[in-house]
């Protein structure tokens, strides 16, 4: 009976410890994608800029989606840094754009030619599909885990998570409103079963492999150690 206490403890710290490198994962699987989003963002935005300057409305709501991407970004690396932590090491694997971009386009998002895009309807419609179906995907994750007892338990989390949440709308619905003035159509039925297997995939398989594996490393720097000082706002 001496023992039982010692043993509740010890179960106590193995919990507490599994809570942490879960959130660890979310974290770093969250602050890759968001910077990801805004360095991506940027890409679409010259081009918006440079093929219909007269969107002013359009290009408006792209430049507030780069400045909260990044301000998204920015509150994931306080998360870190408040804790003296680096976000694990992810790739690309944990991007849904870049898969969902992958899967759709044929090719990864940095080759991607943004010129042949924005320059052809049909291809830049496709392109703000997959950014809608993307944001309506996050919104709606976002969700679930603010219903989540593990994600909830971290208070500095759950306020990362609702200030997304508030965000988001305004995110995909710009695209989902130019598609609707252009005959950009809804997202295609194979587009929709893309973002469905990204999404599966990625809950079933990444991140239990990431959370599974006991050598998974920590970044050595963070994600915008080498970004202009210009592009940071």
């Not at 050595?220 to 940071?232: F, G, V």
Request: proline share 5%; with cysteine; hydrophobic share 40%.
């Amino acid at each position: 009976m001496k023992f039982e206490p010692v043993a509740g403890r010890a179960r106590l710290r193995i919990a507490e410890a599994a809570r942490r490198r879960y959130l660890d994962i979310l974290a770093s699987v969250y602050i890759y994608n968001e910077h990801r989003g805004y360095t991506s963002i940027d890409r679409v935005l010259a081009g918006v800029r440079a093929r219909h300057p007269e969107a002013h409305e359009f290009i408006a709501a792209i430049e507030k989606h780069r400045r909260d991407e990044r301000q998204h970004y920015l509150m994931f690396k306080r998360w870190f840094e408040d804790k003296s932590e680096m976000p694990y090491l992810v790739d690309s694997t944990c991007g849904h754009i870049d898969r969902l971009i992958r899967l759709t386009f044929g090719c990864g998002i940095d080759a991607l030619d943004t010129s042949e895009i924005i320059g052809s309807a049909a291809l830049f419609n496709k392109l703000c599909r997959i950014i809608l179906l993307t944001e309506q995907r996050g919104m709606r994750q976002v969700d679930i885990l603010l219903r989540s007892p593990l994600m909830t338990s971290d208070r500095r989390l759950v306020k990362i998570f609702k200030v997304i949440e508030r965000d988001e709308p305004s995110h995909w619905l710009p695209y989902e409103k130019w598609l609707a003035e252009n005959d950009g159509g809804r997202p295609t039925r194979g587009e929709r079963l893309a973002d469905a297997f990204v999404h599966k995939t990625l809950l079933t398989v990444k991140l239990p492999a990431l959370y599974l594996n006991p050598r998974l490393p920590r970044r050595t720097a963070w994600q915008d150690a080498d970004e202009e000082p210009s592009s940071l706002h």
